[in-house]
């Protein structure tokens, strides 16, 4: 396809970019299979303690993840986007087979650590390209949807998981259906999944934005747009991994039975994964950096309310402003990332920010497991509280409110050249 010819927008795409949800629904539905089950499996089957194997599975797949999403943005530099997708999806084929046979502890490691690979490669794909196909236009609206279609994928897999191994008796049997979903998602790629490098030449041909002088740098921080969103970027996914972690022990600390903290424990994803089918289409409409700012206070605000309640109206509520928090940063960062990089300098500047942002796993899984130990769940929540919350005062003072499209050509283009 010419460059002359080739249109960008949702509509103008429509068909590639449900394809290209569909194909991020079987990427999310691989993490799916053990977010659920991990705690048990390694507890019947090696007789591991469940605090041990949530800390050691999200340390490796967390590392391997970020690591992943790093060299995928350079690896666009010499591979497409469509060859990257399927290398992506080539690691998760081994996946369900080494949980369905693995003879100890380290094959359900090396397992996550391809799921990690998996994750970054696909997922950071199936993101770029969706943001070649649509443009400025309704970006956040992609990235809401992009991210609700992986995230709801998730619940839903994790969900059928737990089923299948509490119906069977066996918890192995709870990854069977991961050999289908990987499957299915590399023919998918192979045979239906067009490259965007086209897309890409036709909005190179019409921006104006200037290259980044370094894109590790100013990704990571001297950028004042770029950096504050990789900084709550990493806080975001770090509160997330120390809920992940401590959330079910708080919830039983405060005497709350089983069936009620699987249920407790639901409410934050799910409003989470929802409410980005919103919040994505508010980010091309409003100010992102207020969403950004008001969304990591928000979560900061409940992770407070958490550790100072004790009713479960107030959990509940709670744990819905946390998730409401959650959906109004998570599509908008990766849309503040793309309208402030160059179209040719995009995939690398998103792997650098996505691999900050995973890293916030290793970071709360460490976290989890270490200070708890020493300090109590109770403190680490509120360290974890007043972090969050400081890294949304941040976001308001340091970023520039780019609600005008052409932010360059406006005043607080200028302000942001001066500070970056």
Not at 122 to 132: F, L, P, Q
Not at 199 to 224: F, Q, Y
Request: net charge positive; with cysteine.
């Amino acid at each position: 396809m010419s460059t002359n010819s080739t249109r960008l927008g949702l509509r103008e795409n429509a068909r590639q970019f449900w394809l290209l949800v569909l194909v991020n629904g079987f990427v999310g539905a691989m993490v799916g299979l053990e977010r659920s089950v991990i705690p048990e499996f390694a507890e019947t089957v090696f007789a591991i303690s469940g605090h041990t194997a949530l800390l050691s599975f999200i340390v490796a797949f967390g590392l391997a993840k970020s690591l992943a999403n790093m060299m995928m943005g350079r690896l666009t530099l010499r591979y497409t986007r469509k060859q990257l997708l399927l290398i992506g999806w080539l690691f998760a084929l081994p996946v369900p087979w080494l949980l369905l046979y693995a003879n100890n502890w380290w094959w359900v490691i090396f397992a996550n650590l391809l799921l990690g690979i998996n994750q970054g490669l696909a997922w950071s794909a199936t993101v770029v390209m969706k943001i070649d196909l649509v443009g400025e236009k309704n970006r956040g609206l992609a990235m809401g949807i992009n991210e609700f279609a992986g995230y709801m994928a998730v619940g839903l897999v994790a969900f059928l998981a737990g089923y299948i191994a509490s119906t069977t008796g066996e918890v192995t049997y709870a990854f069977i259906p991961g050999i289908a979903f990987s499957k299915f998602g590399l023919l998918l790629t192979w045979f239906f999944v067009r490259d965007t490098q086209a897309h890409v030449k036709t909005e190179t041909a019409r921006t104006s934005l200037p290259l980044l002088r370094n894109v590790w740098k100013d990704t990571t921080w001297r950028h004042a747009n770029l950096g504050s969103v990789t900084l709550s970027g990493f806080v975001n996914n770090m509160n997330d991994g120390i809920l992940w972690g401590l959330l079910p022990v708080l919830l039983m600390s405060k005497g709350y039975t089983l069936q009620q903290v699987g249920l407790l424990a639901g409410v934050y994803p799910a409003v989470w994964g929802i409410g980005q089918l919103v919040t994505g289409k508010l980010g091309d409409v409003l100010c992102k950096k207020q969403l950004l700012s008001q969304g990591m206070l928000l979560q900061g605000i409940a992770i407070g309310v958490l550790f100072f309640s004790q009713a479960y109206a107030v959990v509940v509520a709670a744990l819905v402003l946390l998730g409401a928090g959650t959906a109004l940063v998570y599509p908008n960062f990766l849309s503040v990332v793309a309208e402030n990089t160059h179209p040719e300098q995009r995939p690398q500047s998103l792997g650098i920010f996505r691999f900050w942002r995973d890293f916030g796993y290793v970071a709360g899984a460490v976290a989890a497991g270490v200070f708890s130990d020493f300090f109590g769940v109770e403190f680490v929540l509120l360290g974890t509280a007043i972090l969050t919350v400081s890294a949304g005062v941040l976001s308001e003072i340091r970023m520039c409110c780019t609600k005008k499209r052409l932010w360059h050509s406006s005043e607080c283009a200028t302000n942001l050249a001066v500070r970056t």
